[in-house]
């Protein structure tokens, strides 16, 4: 994929709309461009799926999301889902998101260490 470097999880899309300085400063270390970024499927689903959102947040979600690229799920995608369940103890949501960053090749940007270390550690890399 071409300019794309990182995939950002949930947590830290969350973080970009409340502008939480944990977030700000790895956008910051890392001088992170929007074009460089890409979302899964499943980051769009739990952002919006929320219960309760409103229409303006749901308006500011979209909006920021158009910013990224967007990751669909492949059959590539749900297998390595599969591996990384059946090696792990990882919940679906973070399966998806986590073989997404590993299939594609780019540094999963996320605050949830655990599903951090299993990329590392399955990719054998800083993704």
């Known amino acids: 994929m071409s300019g794309i470097k990182y995939l950002l999880d949930t ?9 939480t300085p ?4 790895m956008v910051s270390q890392r001088a992170l461009l929007a074009s460089e970024c890409a979302y899964s499927a499943i980051t769009r689903m739990e952002l919006l799926g929320y219960p309760g959102i409103n229409a303006a947040e749901e308006q500011l979600i979209v909006d920021r999301l158009s910013k990224f690229t ?48 299993i990329v590392r550690s399955v990719s054998g890399s800083g993704a």
Do not use: M, Q, W
């Open 11 to 19: 947590n830290c899309i969350l973080g970009l709309l409340k502008a």
């Open 22 to 25: 944990e977030v700000l400063e």
């Open 70 to 117: 967007y990751r669909t799920i492949t059959i590539e995608i749900e297998d390595g889902a599969i591996a990384l369940r059946r090696a792990h103890k990882v919940k679906l949501p973070d399966a998806i998101i986590a073989a997404t960053a590993i299939h594609d090749g780019l540094e999963l940007l996320t605050f949830d260490i655990a599903l951090l270390s």
